[in-house]
């Protein structure tokens, strides 16, 4: 802002005026028969006198208007100080404005510069205020308030770039923040899993180290399926993050693998992906490796020796070993088969950008991924509970339930909360089987319940 300064001119202007309108006066006062200084009076013809009425007219419309250009005058002068007022209370606001900014991180530089700047306006201020209280007028006040609306616009310009700056760089702060705990929360995954895989190599596992055959009853498969089930779990959680970060619709996933369910809570729509998950790993359990190979007639005869043999010798090896080792066993054939079943070229493609674990698996060329590990890990446990289930004496087999059914607390089990099951509800409305999340199993007369999502349907179903 430039600083204000009294007008000389204009106060010799409005002296003219008045000075002007005096002679006039003066001039009407003659006019109309004042004694000269003889004393003798002179009388005018009535032409003249007619002429001196008109003159005293022009004089009197004269003083008025300058009287009005006075008041306009001072108008303007107002409008324009009030104008040059806003303009630097914008300006101090700007150059406080950086002063906040240079702060963090702190500029030393910067802090000086909007400080001289926040100094020089409020000079300006007091200079606005001597005007003010001398009365001074403006010679240009249109063209001064002209000036002022636009350094106004400027400094209001600054004061946004300079708060743009500041949230672009807290913008970058937040990003910053969201990497950092997302690297948290990944290397929590990794603490999990591996906690999770400790625990799948020790504790209740124990209980089958020193297993013969003749001691196998159906507690045994019950404690080898609760591991099977926490190892697909984390692969599915996998899955689901790997969904997430490419990307993909999950609602629209959910939908295209089990339509028509009301969900109790947007999280459960995690079952219908474990659901998905066992469905393609126990297909063909109910056969003898998985109708990957046919018996001999030696190993029939024997079947029950030749499945325990293999469940304790693959129990002790190590997935990543096994497979380089063995890379065309039958355990190898059945994570190939498994895993093109299970993950669909364009959902490979859209996590990695490319379809280089699924062309190795195809070629019997296992990866070395932490997606591929996860579910070899799976495959590994759902093969263990295959080679024991095929070691008792009565073979274990596998069920579910079909969509619709009402629930069983003898063959069922609910993967939802308990409180969502109601004795008060009509027959029409009370919750039934939406899917199978795990399948059941049933080892002579023992029932392995399964596992299963209930949801309310709006006409009753038939059975």
């Given amino acids: 802002m430039e600083s204000v300064k009294p007008s000389a001119v204009t106060q010799s202007k409005s002296k003219l005026a008045r000075a002007f309108a005096k002679v006039l006066q003066l001039h009407a006062v003659a006019a ?5 200084d003889d004393g003798v009076q002179k009388v005018k013809p009535q032409g003249e006198v007619k002429d001196d009425q008109f003159a005293d007219k ?25 104008a040059k007022l806003f303009a630097t209370i914008s300006a101090v606001k700007a150059a406080y404005a950086q002063l906040q900014y240079a702060q963090s991180p702190y500029d030393a530089d910067g802090i000086q510069a909007a400080d001289k700047l926040i100094v020089s306006e409020l000079k300006t201020l007091s200079e606005l205020k001597q005007c003010f209280l001398k009365k001074l007028d403006d010679p240009t006040p249109e063209h001064t308030i002209l000036l002022a609306e636009i350094q106004e616009q400027k400094s209001l310009l600054k004061t946004f770039e300079i708060m743009g700056k500041k949230l672009e760089s807290q913008l970058k702060l937040k990003d910053s923040e969201a990497i950092f705990l997302k690297e948290k929360l990944e290397e929590a995954h990794k603490q999990n899993r591996l906690l999770e895989k400790r625990q799948s190599q ?23 399926l609760q591991y099977t089930v926490r190892s697909m779990q984390s692969f599915v959680r996998l899955m689901i993050d790997e969904i997430k970060s490419a990307d993909w619709d999950t609602d629209a996933a959910a939908s295209s693998i089990e339509q028509d369910v009301v969900y109790r809570k947007p999280d459960d729509k995690c079952f219908t992906f474990q659901s998905f998950v066992c469905r393609e790993m126990f297909s063909d359990f109910h056969y003898p490796f998985f109708s990957l190979r046919s018996d001999s007639s030696s190993e029939k005869k024997k079947r029950r020796q030749v499945f325990f043999e293999r469940f304790m010798e693959f129990k002790s090896m190590k997935v990543k070993e096994y497979l380089a080792m063995k890379p ?4 190898a054939k059945f994570c190939r088969i498994k895993y093109l079943r299970l993950v669909h070229p364009k959902m490979e493609a859209s996590f990695y950008g490319n379809l280089s674990i699924r062309n190795k698996v195809t070629s019997y060329q296992f990866p070395d991924s932490s997606f591929f590990a996860s579910f070899a890990e799976m495959a590994r446990w ?5 080679c024991l289930a095929f070691a008792f004496e009565t073979e274990a087999s596998i069920f579910q339930v079909p969509k619709g059914c009402r629930f069983s607390e003898v063959y069922m089990e609910s993967v939802a909360d308990e409180a969502f099951l ?18 059941g199993f049933r080892i002579g007369k023992t029932i392995i319940q399964c596992q299963v999502y209930l949801s309310h ?3 009753k179903v038939n059975h």
């Fill in 202 to 224: 020790s504790g209740q596992l124990s209980v089958l180290e020193n297993l013969h055959i003749s001691g196998l009853n159906p507690s045994h498969f019950n404690t080898l």
């Fill in 422 to 439: 109601s004795t008060n509800l009509p027959l029409e409305s009370e919750p039934r089987v939406a899917f199978t999340v795990v399948p």
């Fill in 457 to 459: 349907f709006h006409s």
């Fill in 58 to 82: 022009t004089t009197e419309s004269l003083s008025k208007t300058f009287d009005k250009l006075d008041k306009e005058l001072e108008r303007l002068t107002l409008e324009a100080l009030v």
């Fill in 32 to 36: 109309a028969g004042v004694a000269p």
């Fill in 382 to 386: 759902v093969w263990l509970l295959h």
């Fill in 328 to 331: 065309r066993s039958t355990f």
